[in-house]
């Protein structure tokens, strides 16, 4: 997705080889009318998916996943983060590892919000070690629901989240694929 791309050079900051910091569009401030853009581009490719909910993770992909819900007409349901195991019936509940963090946590969906009925698009804004988004599957699974596809906003192409939720056989569309950083340098996979 060009606009993205071009914001990301614009606005986008290398930290070192590994973290990009987009607090300008996308983790602190929010662009709406990029987000309506994203919302737009993922409505296109999953058109025909028969996406009958969104879900994401909060926090930060609780914006974009309002934005492509909306272009869906479909509701948006977040994940939350919990910090001990829920051994309430009444939630499906996943345990997450974060690499930044070092550490587990524990996410969870009221098992109001999806049913085997459900197709579902799941969204976020960064695939990196693909932790947070294998979570999700999961959770989608406990459900009896269908994973139709996994969006992301920003790929980071050089950690492993992409190949092994590909190499699952999930459809997973990343509006930008970063191949490397360095030197405050950004690129992109073409
Ligand atoms: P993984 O789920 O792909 O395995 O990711 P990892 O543990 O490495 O990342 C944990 C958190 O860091 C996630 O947010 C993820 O979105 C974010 N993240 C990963 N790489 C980058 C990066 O290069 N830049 C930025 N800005 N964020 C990155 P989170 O902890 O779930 O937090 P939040 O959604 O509440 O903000
Ligand atoms: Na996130
Ligand atoms: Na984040």
């Known amino acids: 997705m060009d606009l993205l791309k071009k914001r990301i050079l614009e606005d986008g900051k290398a930290i070192g080889e590994n973290i990009i910091k987009v607090d300008e569009f996308l983790n602190h401030q929010v662009d709406p009318v990029l987000m309506d853009e994203i919302g737009k581009e993922f409505k296109r490719l999953f058109k025909d998916s028969n996406i009958t909910k969104i879900l994401t993770i909060e926090a930060s992909g609780i914006a ?6 909306l272009h869906f007409g479909v509701p948006l349901v977040f994940a939350k983060k919990t910090k001990s195991l829920n051994i309430d019936e009444d939630v499906y509940s996943t345990s997450v590892y974060s ?8 996410v969870k969906v009221s098992r ?8 579902i698009l799941i969204v976020d804004d960064f695939l990196a070690n693909g932790r947070a988004a294998l979570g999700l599957v999961d959770i989608v699974c406990q459900a009896g629901a269908k994973v139709k596809g996994i969006g992301i906003v920003i790929e980071k192409g ?3 989240g992409g190949r092994i939720l590909r190499e699952k056989g ?3 569309e990343s509006l930008a694929v970063i191949d490397h950083m360095g030197n ?4 992109f996979k073409s």
């Open 158 to 160: 050089f950690q492993e």
């Open 112 to 119: 109001k919000y999806l049913s085997d009925e459900d197709n």
């Open 170 to 172: 999930y459809r997973v």
């Open 99 to 106: 690499f930044t963090k070092k550490t587990d946590y524990d």
């Open 184 to 187: 405050g340098e950004i690129e």
């Open 64 to 69: 974009i996943g309002a934005f492509v819900a």
